[in-house]
């Protein structure tokens, strides 16, 4: 039974990760999820597997040496998936020195446990070992509008205290290959979307703000693109690299969805209003007259597009929701769990935690 210690668990991507093992994988695997439980960490995103013997879940900061260096003692990990992160550009630009904090500290924290833990006495390292890190096309800077794509060769220009302190943390990890031949992958991944988002993010926060009426602030002109990228299709990517992923090597997982912000709330509301059912009250509130155009955000990248070409060569593979059954599958989800989406946006969901720990 391999042990995969997943960072950041109980957040979007990781807990959607989460879900997608245990449903390939079953009791063939063990899952330690690892989370601080911050203002995204909810632990509500995991409730069908928290009943698992396989999974195990502690409430630990990845930048706290001594408590990282125990689960490692404590367990023999054979996978780390690093996803535990500040991620919103908007905060980072109010705070950054939480983002270089929890993003660069707790990598290199993460990355010293994981090498006392798996190095020999020779200097190489156990085999079968790997640490995933999870990062972000962001790093690559901003794309003219007319064209280009984000390739793993693309010279690395963050934009936002965010993006500079993933950059900084794909630099660690790349250090540690380049220097102790540690074993290790990195993923930059395109914007995600799906089940259990924080509404703080676009397409949550434009499908919340539209079922109660809401304004749906655009930055700027709406026209800055992103290539979009359904979830569980990042999370089977990940499960690929780690199992077929050459050692060393950096991995771009894109969606093929290149789509303007402006754009995606359109299809939001359209798609909103073909989903209600007749008689639904809500249908009176979702109106593309909802749409507030506010002042652009400082630094905004005007255009981001991956070339998942490698990833598709070298292990097989490519995305496979298009973008309007992904954002389907996304809203059937929110409607089938307004009582997640009212706790998250009351801040009732850290309850939760409180009641099933007992803290």
């Known amino acids: 039974m391999k042990t995969y210690l997943v960072t950041g668990g109980a957040g979007f991507i990781g807990s959607n990760f989460i879900h997608y093992m245990f449903g390939k994988y079953g009791d063939e695997i063990r899952i330690i999820n690892v989370d601080?439980?911050?203002y995204a960490g909810n632990l509500e995103n995991l409730k069908e597997v928290e009943g698992r013997d396989n999974y195990s879940f502690l409430k630990v900061d990845i930048c706290d040496k001594k408590a990282m260096e125990a689960i490692f003692t404590e367990n023999d990990i054979d996978y780390v998936v690093h996803f535990a992160a500040e991620t919103h550009v908007d905060r980072s630009i109010r705070n950054p020195e939480v983002f270089v904090q929890t993003n660069v500290l707790g990598t290199a924290v993460l990355l010293n446990c994981a090498k006392a833990a798996w190095e020999l006495e020779d200097g190489s390292f156990r085999q079968g070992k790997k640490f995933l890190h999870v990062s972000?096309?962001?790093v690559y800077g901003s794309l003219e509008e007319d064209g280009g794509y984000f390739y793993e060769t693309t010279p690395y220009a963050p934009h936002s205290p965010y993006s500079a302190s993933k950059a900084s943390s794909d630099m660690l990890v790349k250090s540690y290959v380049d220097t102790y031949q540690f074993p290790a992958n990195i993923t930059n991944c395109s914007n995600n979307y799906g089940p259990y988002q924080f509404p703080e993010k676009l397409i949550p926060l434009m499908i919340n703000?539209?079922?109660h009426g809401k304004p749906l602030p655009v930055y700027g002109d709406g026209k800055n693109v992103r290539d979009w990228l359904y979830v569980d299709d990042h999370a089977k990517a990940i499960d690929m690299v780690i199992a077929k992923g050459r050692l060393g090597e950096t991995y771009n997982v894109g969606g093929h969805n290149e789509k303007q912000n402006l754009e995606i709330i359109h299809i939001i509301i359209e798609t909103l209003l073909e989903m209600l059912p007749e008689g639904d009250k809500r249908r009176t509130l979702v109106s593309k007259d909802l749409i507030t155009y506010v002042e652009d955000r400082k630094g905004h990248d005007r255009r981001y597009a991956i070339a998942p070409d490698k990833?598709?060569?070298e292990i097989g593979w490519e995305p496979e929701t298009m973008f309007k059954d992904g954002i389907r599958q996304t809203i059937a989800?929110?409607?089938?769990h307004e009582e997640?989406?009212?706790?998250?946006?009351?801040?009732?969901y850290q309850k939760y935690y409180k009641e099933m720990y007992q803290v």
């Open 136 to 138: 972000t096309d962001e």
């Open 333 to 336: 989800w929110y409607f089938a």
């Open 209 to 211: 703000n539209a079922l």
């Open 340 to 348: 997640w989406m009212e706790n998250v946006t009351s801040g009732d």
């Open 311 to 313: 990833i598709k060569a």
């Open 36 to 38: 601080l439980l911050t």
